[in-house]
């Protein structure tokens, strides 16, 4: 994978917590050139180092870590895993193509569905186009918003560090 360099690290952080990244995440900019043009536009004069760290294989950079990927293994075989994600159109065309994506019965990506945690309505709609009842369904997020979005409808939630998950509690 791809790793970002010291200096392109504030570029980075800059990015994704940038208005331009929410916009992108909701599906309004379709492209990585769309989105790069509104990051020049919100930060001015830092487009050459913005267009460096978005550009080129910027999906690599979000990563499941090792304990995540083995414990969403593990969890499929004895549940049915659904995937409510905040990402742009760039982001879910490479994560379609992760190994681990046939693990989910059911994805919400909210680039297709215009809204974005913690949103209640994307929860609805994930819970609605899958007919999941809220009782029934465990949610785990590293947001403590999105956790308390969640918890707000019903659902089980618990905020994990996607870092180190402590894989027997949520199990």
């Known amino acids: 994978a791809k790793r970002l360099r010291l200096h392109q690290v504030r570029y980075f952080i800059m990015a994704i917590t940038s208005e331009a990244?929410?916009?992108?995440?909701?599906?309004?900019?379709?492209?990585?050139?769309?989105?790069i043009q509104a990051l020049a536009r919100e930060f001015p004069g830092k487009e050459r180092q913005l267009r460096e760290v978005y550009s080129g294989n910027w999906e690599s950079f979000f990563r499941l870590y090792p304990r995540v990927r083995i414990l969403?293994?593990?969890l499929s075989e004895d549940y049915d895993l659904y995937l409510l994600s905040n990402m742009s159109f760039p982001e879910k065309e490479h994560f379609i193509n992760e190994p681990i994506y046939p693990l989910f019965k059911g994805t919400v990506f909210s680039c297709d569905a215009g809204l974005l945690k913690p949103d209640p309505a994307i929860y609805q709609l994930l819970m609605d186009k899958y007919g999941l009842k809220p009782e029934e369904t465990v949610f785990f997020d590293v947001s403590a918003r999105n956790v308390e979005a969640a918890r707000a409808l019903g659902v089980h939630a618990a905020r994990v560090r996607s870092y180190d998950p402590d894989t027997r509690k949520m199990k």
């Not at 990244?21 to 989105?35: F, L, M, V």
């Open 21 to 35: 990244h929410r916009i992108a995440n909701k599906g309004i900019d379709k492209t990585k050139e769309e989105t």
């Open 72 to 74: 969403l293994e593990e």
